[in-house]
């Protein structure tokens, strides 16, 4: 079983900053991709930025400049450094992992986290 565990969230003025963390335990081999994903009121869930085990990203547009994402590796964890925050940016955020396990063979599964909320307001 894998876990990831969110951190970071919470209220901020527009212009402020937050640093997300998601920390997977449990029985990993490797992890392939990490991101993040946010989910508005009213909205569906959309792809925030996402970083592949060698450090290739993607960002939607509406974050471009303004957040950015990391990981470390030997601490199976991801980063989401936001920037420059807006209103619009309020939201649960989603961690995500592409996570290998060995079960005889090994398996690749995708697993989420439980979500955190982000506030934008002043």
């Known amino acids: 079983q894998v876990q990831l565990v969110e951190s970071g969230g919470g209220l901020v003025q527009p212009g402020g900053s937050l640093r997300l963390s998601c920390a997977a335990s449990g029985s990993i081999f490797s992890i392939d991709t990490m991101g993040w994903y946010r989910q508005a009121p009213g909205k569906q869930r959309e792809l925030v930025a996402v970083?592949?085990?060698?450090?290739?990203?993607n960002y939607a547009d509406s974050v471009k400049g303004r957040f950015t994402i990391s990981r470390d590796n030997a601490k199976n964890t991801v980063y989401l450094q936001m920037n420059s925050l807006e209103p619009e940016d309020t939201a649960v955020y989603y961690c995500n992992a592409n996570v290998r396990v060995r079960q005889g063979t090994f398996i690749m599964y995708n697993y989420w986290g439980q979500g955190i909320q982000v506030t934008v307001s002043s």
């Open positions: 970083i592949t085990s060698g450090g290739s990203t």
